[in-house]
């Protein structure tokens, strides 16, 4: 087998944690083939003012209908809300931490207005606007490191991040808050991967013993959020579906840019009804965007 990939430090500790897990299976070594996306390559952009489509996506979809690879890897968070139509998620493993977490020498506290908080998201954006945190907002890309750097340096005071690729690359030294999911909703599928082949891959059944039926029917039913109202990350938008005391519950937020509320909604219900769930907000929210 060979899986697909982009070759940042995550994504690569991503895929290697699949390849073991599958390798248990199979009783097989699995190639890793780096393939570099048209967002890996932009590193200047806001993302939000780009067609983000498929930005860290498409370039393995390629690949994998080619047939130059069998399976890739894909943090959830990055897929489109469409799939081609000749491929599909066959697993996502258990779901990493969704939270969004601060890095800065500074508490959430203590850090006040014009502290230079750096962030390329406009839901992050938006969520500082809600707290009226009065921050100087300035633009940051680049790997996990990369953006650590930043935020611990002269460049800026902070910085918000998710808490699973933390996790995954081993610097949760370096978090100072974790925040509720309720205070910072974070995107559609964050902490969750996505495995994906083609719809005729023979061993497509082998692949789906690495999956996780609640993570995937949560990160399912969030992205059915998105995939009602056709919007990516050009809107600001924080999904979280879990599993509590047998209830799936999915909440979802939609804010201004200026961090006013336009409509939050949550839905209870059996995790069998996951993306009608999803859905029902986002036929909710359509009507406010």
Same mark, same amino acid.
């Given at each position: 087998? !060979?899986?697909?990939?982009?070759? @940042? ?10 390849? @073991? ?23 200047? @952009? ?6 983000? =489509?498929?930005? +860290? ?17 894909? &943090? ?20 990493? &931490?969704?939270?969004? /977490? ?5 508490? #959430? ?8 908080? *750096?962030? &390329? &998201?406009?839901?992050?954006e938006a969520f500082c606007n809600l707290h009226e945190k009065e921050f ?21 005071? *902070? ?5 699973? *690729? ?12 974790? +925040? ?15 495995? !994906?082949?083609? =719809? ?30 056709? /919007?990516?990350?050009? #809107?600001?938008? *924080?999904?979280?579906? %879990? ?16 961090g006013e509320i336009l409509k939050e909604q949550n839905e209870k219900g059996?995790? =069998? ?6 859905? %029902? ?9």
């Amino acid at each position: 087998m !060979i899986v697909g990939t982009r070759g @940042s430090q995550l994504a690569l500790a991503q895929t290697n944690k699949v390849c @073991s897990d599958l390798s248990k299976i199979i009783g097989e070594k699995i190639d890793v083939e780096i393939i570099k996306t048209k967002g890996d390559k932009i590193t200047t @952009s806001q993302l939000y003012n780009m067609d983000s =489509k498929g930005l +860290f996506t498409k370039e393995l979809d390629i690949a994998l209908l080619e047939e130059e690879v069998d399976f890739t890897v894909h &943090s959830f968070k990055d897929l489109p809300t469409e799939l081609d139509e000749d491929l599909e998620i066959v697993a996502v493993p258990k779901r990493e &931490s969704p939270h969004e /977490v601060l890095i800065s020498n500074m508490t #959430w506290d203590e850090m006040g207005p014009g502290c230079r908080l *750096g962030t &390329s &998201s406009l839901r992050r954006e938006a969520f500082c606007n809600l707290h009226e945190k009065e921050f100087e907002l300035k633009p940051i890309r680049g790997n996990i490191e990369t953006r650590i750097q930043k935020a611990l340096g002269d460049e800026l005071d *902070g910085t918000i991040m998710a808490e699973a *690729g933390l996790k995954r690359l081993n610097l949760t030294q370096y978090i100072k808050t974790v +925040f509720p999911l309720d205070y910072i909703t974070p995107p559609a599928g964050q902490g969750a991967l996505a495995i !994906i082949t083609r =719809k005729d891959y023979d061993k497509k059944e082998t692949i789906r013993k690495l999956n996780h039926y609640v993570s995937m029917q949560e990160v399912l039913a969030e992205k059915k959020v998105l995939e009602e109202l056709g /919007v990516g990350c050009q #809107w600001p938008i *924080g999904s979280i579906a %879990r599993m509590k005391d047998k209830e799936f519950n999915v909440y979802s937020i939609l804010l201004t840019k200026e961090g006013e509320i336009l409509k939050e909604q949550n839905e209870k219900g059996s995790i =069998k009804n996951a993306l009608e769930l999803g859905g %029902r907000i986002g036929r909710l929210f359509a009507d406010y965007i």
